[in-house]
């Protein structure tokens, strides 16, 4: 393996091919020049989305675009894993890669199923905001890779491998012993979180489905107070004084009172924050935000229909 090319573009392009030449493709030299407005180490998912911009070239260029985005996501995971040496999950590959509003099951990571779900949050009112708290998360490697070991060492005091194959009953019912065995209360505290978080995210689609924004905006804001209090990936806390995320939210709640919806966005412990934010005060809402955080740093989004695509 390169090691000297951790962290870096290479890796992941070398990464991304490895896994076209495993299913039998051959890959030649090609040159491409690429440009992007994702923002580098914010919590953007900006190495999927070059992951899933690598793949969709390859799949065009040598496959003939007969890879799935499902595979060219799991092949961006693989090259963020092995080759960039990053202990990155699923979700952001595949959200990258799918487009959309997306429904994720996990229970195979071989096979995840994934569903759209359709939605229009222009319909409801809403603008989906990015801000940028304007703290680099690109040193947190080892912040990241504690939360599922913190989660997995959970699961082992009951026998299991993962949290989602423990019955959360058994968990409670086990919660002190599980204290003792694991002398560590935040990985307590972290199980919490995946157990309430999980099951809100399926009440999330469901309210996306039935058209029930008001449900799913109460629904995003429970999930990111669980993530301040119980997950704890809003600050490291190896540097207390650096909470460029939690002031982002506290501005947000300040703003936005009981109106819209905020939490953190992405991995965490630095990055960004996302905010569904009414139309009707979007613009005193960005220009808030931007007084205290700076000129550039509230991007109103737009959800794509697609992922990576080929433009013909």
């Known amino acids: ?13 070398r990464g991304v091919i490895k ?14 020049y690429t440009t992007s407005n994702v923002l580098k180490g914010s919590g953007l998912s900006s190495s999927a989305a070059f992951e899933v911009l690598i793949g969709t070239i390859i799949n065009g ?5 007969e890879v799935s985005p499902v595979e060219i996501a799991k092949f961006g995971q693989y090259a963020e894993n092995v080759y960039y ?14 487009g959309s509003v997306v429904a994720i099951d996990f229970d195979s ?34 912040e990241y890779a504690a939360i599922p070991a913190d989660m997995k060492a959970i699961a ?13 009953k058994e968990f409670y019912d086990n919660i002190q012993d599980i204290r003792r065995k694991v002398n ?43 993530s301040y209090m119980y997950l704890q990936n809003v600050f490291s806390v190896n540097i207390p004084k650096n909470q460029a995320v939690s002031l982002t939210l506290a501005l947000c709640d300040k703003i936005l009172g009981d109106k819209g919806a905020y939490r953190v966005h992405g991995g965490g412990f630095a990055g960004t924050v996302q905010a569904f934010v009414p139309l009707d005060m979007l613009n005193e809402f960005k220009n808030r935000i931007e007084a205290v ?20």
């Open 61 to 65: 260029l040598f496959a003939n675009n």
């Open 19 to 32: 896994r076209f030449v495993d299913l039998g493709y051959k890959i030649k030299g090609f040159d491409a």
């Open 184 to 226: 560590d209360d935040r990985a307590v505290l972290r199980a919490i979180h995946f157990f309430n978080d999980n099951r809100r995210a399926q009440e999330e689609v469901e309210a996306l489905k039935n058209n029930d924004f008001e449900l799913f905006r109460a629904l995003v804001k429970e999930s990111g107070h669980s």
């Open 85 to 98: 040496n990053k202990p990155s999950g699923l979700m952001d590959q595949m959200a990258s890669s799918v």
């Open 1 to 13: 393996m390169y090691e000297e090319q951790f962290d870096k573009a290479i890796a992941l392009i």
């Open 293 to 312: 955080l700076g000129e550039g740093m509230c991007h109103v989004l737009s959800i794509r229909p697609v992922g990576g695509y080929e433009l013909k």
């Open 109 to 142: 990571t071989e096979n995840p199923v994934v569903n759209k779900v359709e939605f229009d949050l222009q319909k409801h009112g809403h603008a989906l905001c990015i801000i940028d708290s304007g703290a680099d998360h690109a040193d947190l490697t080892n």
């Open 156 to 168: 082992q005091c009951l026998g299991k491998e993962y949290l989602r194959q423990v019955d959360e």
